[in-house]
């Protein structure tokens, strides 16, 4: 199947709604009698700005999204209920701090972006991309004709998405295994693909994928997804830097993979025998560097294979449970229920739907 070239490229190069709002208003900042004059036409206009999703941070009440969370990416990007989802980042948005959930990668097109992450300065440039953790603030500026992709991945599928990126031990899976599940991690990684057109070209398909509304686009998307970053191992793995001021945990990372790997049916005791401590020991290890228990841990990756199966999947729910490690269905019910505030049957159809 052909990609649909003229979509993709009016996608990425004309300014839509948003962006010729934002370009209004970043002419208008440059005088200020201009910019007087383009406040009185929405400084009473707050909530129509919130409905359209508009920044413009002098106005009350207009749209500011400083936490969101997996379930508003759609909303605020593209789609609903996606695991996956692309788009560009909409140039001469005010520049804005936040942090969501999920895990963003900012790939430059063509031109360049500055942002400031966890406090830092970082400007890419074509061909460069950054992966940034859930929960870290931060900021992105794109001032000019530049095109910047913004890829966005949910944490609750990605360790069953990533599963074999992640038994391997390298700089992502260690990035990423951090930012899943402990408590002192890397902000963000970044990386250079020295322009190199494969990956853009894997971009522009992954684009086709959603714009087009492509049946199995979710899946295919994953696919792409993970080609995408076992390519940036294979040929740029030199070029993948952690930030100079933050190091993991490299014992903690390796037994949280090792808890990935064998989560179904881990107990602390066979942990603990495994990488040689005790396990009172491991217990007060891992409550310091997860700021949360064993169980909770263990609990926390089901979940996450949990709730992937549900959204994408039509086994049943005692399946599910039973394949990741639940022996009881009732059980599993019970804390799904406290966890998620609603049965799997409800989680199921509404994210399905």
């Known amino acids: 199947m052909q990609r649909n070239e003229k979509k993709i490229l009016e996608y990425l190069y004309q300014e839509n709604e948003h962006e010729q709002f934002y370009h209004q208003r970043y002419d208008a900042l440059q005088d200020p009698e201009q910019f007087a004059n383009f406040y009185d036409q929405w400084k009473d206009r707050g909530a129509e700005l919130y409905k359209k999703r508009l920044i413009f941070p002098e106005v009350e009440g207009s749209w500011y999204p400083v936490d969101m969370r ?11 209920n996606e695991t996956i989802t692309l788009c560009k980042h909409n140039r001469y948005t005010p520049v804005f701090k936040h942090r969501h959930t999920f895990f963003e990668i900012l790939y430059v ?19 460069e991309l950054c992966l940034i953790a859930p929960f870290t603030e931060h900021s992105i500026g794109v001032f000019d004709d530049s095109i910047v992709i913004n890829i966005l991945i949910s ?20 990035f ?76 903690a990372v390796e ?65 599910i449970a039973s394949s990741a490690g639940f022996e009881s269905i ?16 409800q989680y199921r159809k509404a994210h399905q739907e």
């Open 70 to 80: 997996d379930e508003q990416m759609g909303s605020i990007r593209l789609e609903d």
């Open 109 to 127: 097109f063509e031109g360049k972006c500055t942002n400031e992450i966890d406090g830092q300065k970082v400007v890419l440039h074509t061909g």
């Open 155 to 174: 944490r609750a599928a990605f360790s069953n998405m990533f599963h074999s990126l992640l038994c391997h031990s390298n700089i992502l899976s260690d």
């Open 176 to 251: 990423f295994s951090g930012s899943l599940y402990l408590y002192q991690q890397n902000a963000y990684v970044y990386a250079s693909t020295q322009a190199d057109f494969s990956f853009r070209e894997l971009l522009l398909d992954m684009l086709d994928q959603q714009l087009c509304a492509r049946e199995y686009r979710n899946l295919v998307k994953n696919s792409q997804l993970v080609l995408f970053f076992s390519l940036l191992l294979q040929n740029y793995e030199d070029q993948i830097r952690l930030p100079h001021a933050q190091k993991l945990e490299n014992r």
């Open 255 to 319: 037994i949280i993979k090792y808890i990935e790997q064998n989560y179904r049916s881990i107990t602390l005791n066979e942990l603990a025998d495994h990488f040689g401590y005790s396990t009172a020991y491991l217990s007060r290890y891992l409550k310091k560097a997860t700021q949360k228990s064993f169980t909770a841990i263990v609990q926390e990756i089901k979940f996450d294979q949990v709730c992937t199966q549900l959204e994408t999947s039509d086994r049943s729910v005692a399946e």
């Open 330 to 345: 009732e059980h599993f019910t019970r804390l799904f229920k406290k966890r998620m505030n609603q049965s799997p049957s």
